[in-house]
């Protein structure tokens, strides 16, 4: 398979360096898609100058979710037969790519999501909200993950094309799983590390009750 990494990236300029250099050794073709940042991520990223990477911007910031489709468009369109999307942060190890490549490649899945060791290392209002949107996307739509948040994960082209998410922010992810159980589409899970450090962005309190009645609302419309 030709497998793409698309890299949404927003004010990541303290690491996006480490990213790119991180997952040269995989030589996958890179996308990033850099979504309104107002640092100097882009440019650190320009400066690379990297064969087989490819910067994409939106002029504003549109969210992750958007950015993840702006990459993923864009991949496909030139020859991948699927994507890996990792996150700008550096909280994603690139020794876990193999994992994906392998769940796509050999076990055939359409998703592959990856699975964040929540147990060790993770606060504990943040494992008790991850593993109660996992149970409630279970009860509501009959599919379970045990990470649905995580953002470290794989989809082929043809079950693209089936998920059509519409969340442009970090609803993304939640809305990914429920559209893989509506599909029916056959997904993997991987168990994959997270690297912890100061000044990471992510998910907030507010966010989570945003999704929250995002997964209301697709109940009662999907």
Not at 45 to 52: E, G, I
Request: proline share 4%.
């Amino acid at each position: 398979m030709k497998i793409f990494l698309v890299i949404p990236l927003f004010n990541e300029e303290k690491h996006i360096v480490k990213v790119l250099k991180g997952v040269l050794p995989y030589k996958l073709p890179v996308i990033v898609v850099d979504d309104g940042s107002l640092d100097s991520s882009s440019l650190k990223a320009q400066n690379l100058k990297l064969k087989n990477t490819t910067i994409l911007q939106h002029t504003i910031n549109l969210g992750k979710g958007a950015a993840m489709k702006t990459g993923a468009d864009y991949a496909f369109a030139h020859g991948a037969d699927a994507v890996i999307f990792m996150d700008s942060d550096a909280q994603h190890n690139p020794e876990d790519l193999p994992k994906f490549i392998r769940s796509l490649d050999e076990k055939k899945c359409g998703v592959v999501f990856g699975s964040r060791n929540l147990h060790f290392g993770v606060p504990l209002v943040r494992y008790l909200g991850n593993k109660f949107a996992s149970a409630l996307v279970a009860l509501f739509f009959g599919i379970y993950v045990s990470d649905t948040l995580c953002g470290y994960r794989a989809v082929t082209k043809n079950a693209y094309g089936k998920l059509k998410w519409e969340s442009t922010g970090y609803g993304v992810e939640t809305e990914m799983v429920i559209r893989t159980g509506k599909a029916k589409l056959k997904f993997c899970e991987v168990p994959v590390e997270t690297i912890y450090h100061s000044g990471v962005k992510g998910v907030t309190p507010l966010d989570a009750f945003g999704i929250l009645a995002q997964v209301v609302k697709w109940k009662l419309t999907l």
